[in-house]
């Protein structure tokens, strides 16, 4: 119970730490980029007494350190100031533009791990045959191909020509407002009110974006994948196996996987968060109304309040997700603890 206490201790103190790492750098990069946050909100034309009259409002005649505390205190109470592209609040737009991006990311990470991991494993089984090299090659397109040019190659293939996907949104202009939102998650909350078409158009304007975001972490997966096997089909205990005469199929599943699974979660977690970053183009190309799309609008207003709070949003994201993998890793990975 005590190491139980400790550990739990521990992982408390360093998750804080590093997110108030993460606000010190957010809130750095605020202050020394050429953007004037008093200006994006009077205009160049204010006078002299109005410009002044703002920045003491928005705390900006203090010193530094003293306005690095008071963000600390807003941050964790969740105030983020107040967005000039949209007029309302940063926490509760990101509140509503976040569960798009995470309903976007979730299909995709689901996507990249079912077509990833088989693809890894299946290249380490045939290894330097032209099986191999195809999914080499297919890794290397997910690693070098520019994530707008396929998601405008995706609308025009599949959704112009074909017509097999429904185009750009998150759900056709006449399905909108129909369901209550209560996760914010519309696939969930379609479901959660038995409106099924809705439900199925939502996932009609998803899996194009989605696919195509998975594209970049099947490529990772797959590449990561492949490693850490032919690293374990390469042992003495696979030798092995295989002189016993056991299955190819559990030479390679059961005594080459399963040892694997660790370090994949490490593969996985990461992947995922730079899913919910990198979606910033994807959103655009498909107007998807996500964080990206939300922080791409904000950068172009130099609505610097936006831009800060997606930034530590994503960044707490990346720090979550890596402390639960790392939680994750000392569940299944005994040696460890």
């Given at each position: 119970m005590k190491r139980t206490v400790l550990s739990l201790g521990g992982f408390i103190i360093v998750t804080l730490l590093t997110f108030i790492g993460l606000m010190a750098i957010t809130f750095f990069i605020g202050r020394v980029i050429p953007i004037d946050p008093v200006l994006s909100i009077v205009g160049d034309r204010a006078t002299q007494e109005q410009y002044d009259t703002v920045r003491l409002a928005l705390g900006l005649d203090r010193p530094l350190i003293i306005q690095f505390i008071s963000y600390?205190?807003?941050?964790?109470?969740?105030?983020?100031?107040?967005?000039?592209?949209?007029?309302?609040?940063?926490?509760?737009?990101?509140?509503?533009?976040?569960?798009?991006?995470?309903?976007?990311?979730?299909?995709?990470?689901?996507?990249?791990?079912?077509?990833?991991?088989?693809?890894?494993?299946?290249?380490?089984?045939?290894?330097?045959?032209?099986?191999?090299?195809?999914?080499?090659?297919?890794?290397?397109?997910?690693?070098?191909?520019?994530?707008?040019w396929l998601g405008l190659v995706g609308l025009v293939v599949f959704y112009a020509n074909l017509g097999w996907v429904s185009g750009p949104g998150r759900v056709d202009i006449f399905y909108e407002g129909l369901v209550e939102p209560r996760t914010g998650l519309l696939l969930i909350d379609s479901a959660l009110a038995g409106d099924w078409d809705v439900f199925w158009n939502a996932l009609d304007h998803l899996?194009?974006?989605?696919?195509?975001?998975?594209?970049?972490?099947?490529?990772?997966?797959?590449?990561?994948?492949?490693?850490?096997?032919?690293?374990?089909?390469?042992?003495?205990?696979?030798?092995?196996?295989?002189?016993?005469?056991?299955?190819?199929?559990?030479?390679?599943?059961?005594?080459?996987?399963?040892?694997?699974?660790?370090?994949?979660?490490?593969?996985?977690?990461?992947?995922?968060?730079?899913?919910l970053e990198g979606s910033v183009m994807i959103e655009t190309v498909f107007s998807w109304p996500g964080i990206g799309n939300y922080l791409t609008v904000a950068l172009l207003n130099a609505d610097m309040n936006a831009v800060l709070g997606a930034t530590l949003v994503i960044g707490a994201v990346f720090i979550l997700i890596n402390r639960i993998s790392d939680v994750l890793y000392r569940v299944l990975d005994p040696r460890s603890r």
């Open positions: 600390i205190g807003d941050v964790f109470q969740g105030e983020l100031g107040h967005s000039i592209s949209t007029n309302r609040p940063v926490a509760s737009d990101l509140l509503k533009v976040f569960p798009a991006t995470l309903e976007m990311a979730t299909l995709g990470i689901v996507i990249g791990v079912g077509v990833g991991v088989p693809l890894g494993v299946w290249a380490a089984a045939y290894h330097g045959t032209w099986i191999d090299q195809i999914i080499r090659v297919f890794a290397l397109l997910g690693y070098s191909v520019p994530a707008f899996i194009l974006p989605a696919s195509i975001l998975a594209f970049f972490s099947v490529a990772y997966i797959a590449r990561m994948t492949r490693s850490f096997m032919l690293d374990q089909l390469g042992q003495e205990y696979i030798t092995t196996a295989r002189a016993k005469g056991v299955a190819e199929w559990r030479v390679i599943w059961t005594h080459g996987f399963r040892p694997i699974r660790v370090p994949l979660i490490t593969v996985i977690g990461l992947s995922y968060a730079a899913l």
